[in-house]
């Protein structure tokens, strides 16, 4: 009697010990697909990452060329205009036509605009370039002066603003047309170095 006593005790601790090391087991196989699961989701994130950072260096690159090749051009001219005053030789100038046009209303009288004006280059090869694009030139140049109203010309900063703006609008002919890191338009970059007004009427 006394030793099947001691046989039921002895099966009583055994069950429990087994049911231990299954709940034991199973934490941790609970635990290694977890692990699993969040390396995999981690790696993954990570390559998407990297894909993405490599994605942002390209753009960076591609801006800091861009940025570049517009600083070179802006030397490459401002070098061409330094040997052309070492060597002396004289300015080139190609003069337009004379350009009439109606200024926008502001008053119940029609207003005018009637300018003569020379382009300076920085060289004789971009004097020619001019001339072949000149019908371009010339109504780019006008529908600029039909915008404009005579208040704004009447001030000497006003006609400086206009020649300023009918460089850019020429050099954005003949030139090139620079864009930002946004991949906005900048100041265009060409040949013209400077509009000169011979003669300049509003009334």
């Given at each position: 009697?006394?030793?099947?006593?001691?046989?039921?005790?002895?099966?009583?601790?055994?069950?429990?010990?087994?049911?231990?090391k299954m709940l034991?087991?199973?934490?941790?196989?609970?635990?290694?697909?977890?692990?699993?699961?969040?390396?995999?989701?981690?790696?993954?994130?990570?390559?998407?990452?990297?894909?993405?950072?490599?994605?942002?260096?390209?753009?960076?690159?591609?801006?800091?060329?861009?940025?570049?090749?517009?600083?070179?051009?802006?030397?490459?001219?401002?070098?061409?205009?330094?040997?052309?005053?070492?060597?002396?030789?004289?300015?080139?100038?190609?003069?337009?036509?004379?350009?009439?046009?109606?200024?926008?209303?502001?008053?119940?009288?029609?207003?005018?605009?009637?300018?003569?004006?020379?382009?300076?280059?920085?060289?004789?090869?971009?004097?020619?370039?001019?001339?072949?694009y000149m019908p371009?030139?010339?109504?780019?140049?006008?529908?600029?002066?039909?915008?404009?109203?005579?208040?704004?010309?009447?001030?000497?900063?006003?006609?400086?603003?206009?020649?300023?703006?009918?460089v850019d609008t020429?050099?954005?002919?003949?030139?090139?047309?620079?864009?930002?890191?946004?991949?906005?338009?900048?100041?265009?970059?060409?040949?013209?170095?400077?509009?000169?007004?011979?003669?300049?009427?509003?009334?």
């Amino acid at each position: 009697m006394a030793k099947a006593a001691a046989t039921a005790d002895d099966a009583g601790t055994e069950a429990p010990k087994k049911s231990n090391k299954m709940l034991i087991i199973i934490i941790a196989l609970l635990l290694v697909v977890i692990i699993g699961g969040a390396a995999a989701f981690f790696m993954m994130g990570g390559n998407h990452d990297a894909e993405d950072a490599d994605a942002h260096d390209d753009e960076v690159v591609a801006e800091e060329d861009h940025d570049a090749a517009a600083k070179e051009a802006r030397k490459a001219k401002l070098k061409k205009k330094k040997e052309a005053d070492a060597k002396g030789l004289p300015p080139v100038f190609v003069e337009l036509d004379p350009f009439t046009v109606n200024l926008q209303q502001e008053t119940a009288m029609d207003q005018y605009l009637q300018v003569k004006a020379s382009v300076r280059v920085d060289e004789q090869h971009a004097a020619d370039q001019l001339k072949a694009y000149m019908p371009e030139i010339r109504h780019r140049v006008l529908l600029l002066l039909s915008s404009k109203k005579a208040s704004e010309l009447n001030t000497p900063q006003g006609r400086e603003d206009l020649a300023e703006n009918m460089v850019d609008t020429i050099n954005a002919i003949v030139g090139e047309i620079p864009k930002n890191r946004k991949g906005e338009p900048e100041k265009p970059i060409g040949p013209v170095e400077a509009v000169l007004f011979t003669s300049f009427i509003v009334q």
